[in-house]
T-cell receptor
Framework: NAGVTQTPKFRILKIGQSMTLQCTQD?????MYWYRQDPGMGLKLIYY???????DKGEVPNGYNVSRSTTEDFPLRLELAAPSQTSVYFC???????????????FGPGTRLTVL | AQKITQTQPGMFVQEKEAVTLDCTYD???????LFWYKQPSSGEMIFLIY??????QNATEGRYSLNFQKARKSANLVISASQLGDSAMYFC??????????????FGQGTTLQVKP
């Protein structure tokens, strides 16, 4: 049981390049999330998904796209990288609620992205 | 507006002493959950403790306890008997329950804790 895995761990992009950050979970969780963390700051939600085929925007979605074709995978796409997208990206997942109500999210190790 | 505020950018504590990290929140939703996560220098996010808005008792998990004061909208984390390994960034976060419980988390800015030997 690997939990939530993310690839790559590090990446340097040039302005205007595109890339996909991969996220996979093996816990059969319905809910998956992408957050970004800027230096010295808290995490902000980019996109989330409540199940395969269903995605929605979070607080800071501009410049990103997502898809959820399977329960396990939730890739994040950057189409035209900009320096403002330099950040650490975390993927997270959680299962359906169980009693007592508990919404713990399990986080991946993060991807550190630099755009130059 | 839904918001989490952590007013202590940095804290120091002596090893073996207790420390309280402050968190206040703002929400009009009656059903919500409050979380604390630890982020060591290695960068991963580690779940510590959870408190539901309807929970009657304060949550405890080992050396961690959550001082939940609903009327004041505060959810302070108390770490007892601090250890050197507790040195890290700590984040308070909130999610809303209710009919469309998507589990989205709103995070505070974080508090950096340094434990002195």
């Amino acid at each position: 049981n690997a939990g939530v895995t993310q690839t790559p761990k590090f990446r340097i992009l040039k302005i205007g390049q595109s890339m996909t950050l991969q996220c996979t979970q093996d816990m059969n969780h319905n809910y998956m999330y992408w957050y970004r963390q800027d230096p010295g700051m808290g995490l902000k939600l980019i996109y989330y998904s409540v199940g395969a085929g269903i995605t929605d925007k979070g607080e800071v979605p501009n410049g990103y796209n997502v898809s959820r074709s399977t329960t396990e995978d939730f890739p994040l796409r950057l189409e035209l990288a900009a320096p403002s997208q330099t950040s650490v990206y975390f993927c997270a997942s959680r299962g359906l609620e169980q009693e007592p109500l508990h919404n713990e999210q399990f986080f991946g190790p993060g991807t550190r992205l630099t755009v130059l | 507006a839904q918001k989490i505020t952590q007013t202590q950018p940095g804290m120091f504590v002596q090893e073996k002493e207790a420390v309280t990290l402050d968190c206040t929140y703002d929400t009009s939703d009656p059903s919500y959950g409050l979380f604390w996560y630890k982020q060591p220098s290695s960068g991963e996010m580690i779940f510590l403790i959870y408190q539901g808005s309807y929970d009657q008792q304060n949550a405890t998990e080992g050396r961690y306890s959550l001082n939940f004061q609903k009327a004041r909208k505060s959810a302070n984390l108390v770490i007892s008997a601090s250890q050197l390994g507790d040195s890290a960034m700590y984040f308070c976060a909130m999610s809303h329950h209710g009919s469309s419980n998507t589990g989205k988390l709103i995070f505070g800015q974080g508090t950096t804790l340094q434990v002195k030997p």
